[in-house]
């Protein structure tokens, strides 16, 4: 555990020091011209640095988020609930990122579904990663389907998107931290490669398991 942690650290410290560095280089330079108000890229630097901030707050909450569920400093708070529920809060806490893409949710998610003993806020945390990548690496106007089954002894959700999928060599990579798949060419979408890491914990916290359908070409699957 304690070599884990270590590994751990120096990663998060390593992801950190990269949006600092670029804060710190820009205003560094606007300090340096603070008496001259007619430098023209100062808009553009205050923009840099308010971005690279905002990415590195969301960052810093990723890694506590992690840390929170991975070194055991959370239990787990089962409650008997609804699945649906929390999919409604976490569709609802999604909504302006997936109107932004022009995506469409198509549900399938029957009343019948019986309850489940979950801690409602990290089951609620799975689905808006989960999803939250459905909207990232999915195509705009794009459709993201969300089933909900109940099985022999469990309940089964499963998302999917049209995006470009995951490559099968890639597949058992993804729930490693920090692990981004590379893509040719275009810019990768934001991210911290820690979302699927929690995912998989918090899911094997409640005695559940995932898997993924890497659907190369025609959309990710995650049940
Ligand atoms: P992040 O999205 O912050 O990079 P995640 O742990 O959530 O981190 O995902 C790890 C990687 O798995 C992503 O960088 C991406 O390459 C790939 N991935 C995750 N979800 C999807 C998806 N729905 N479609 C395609 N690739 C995905």
Redesign the pocket.
Known sequence: ANKLQSDFESIASHELKTPLASIGAYAEALYGHADVPEVPERREFLGVIRHENDRLLRMVN?ILDFSQVEFGNRNLNRRTMKLQDVLDDTLHALAPQSMARHQRFEIDFPVEVPPVEIDPDLVKQVLV??V???I???PDGGRIMIEGRERATSVEVS?R?E????PES?VE???RQF?????EGDD????????????RNIIEMHGGRIEVDGGEGT??T?R
């Open positions: 990723r990663n989960l939250g990548n459905a990232k690496y999915g998302v998107d995006g470009p999928g995951i890639e990579n993804i729930f692990y981004r798949v590379k893509h990768l979408p934001e991210g911290s490669g820690l979302g699927l890491t929690i995912v959309g990710a995650f």
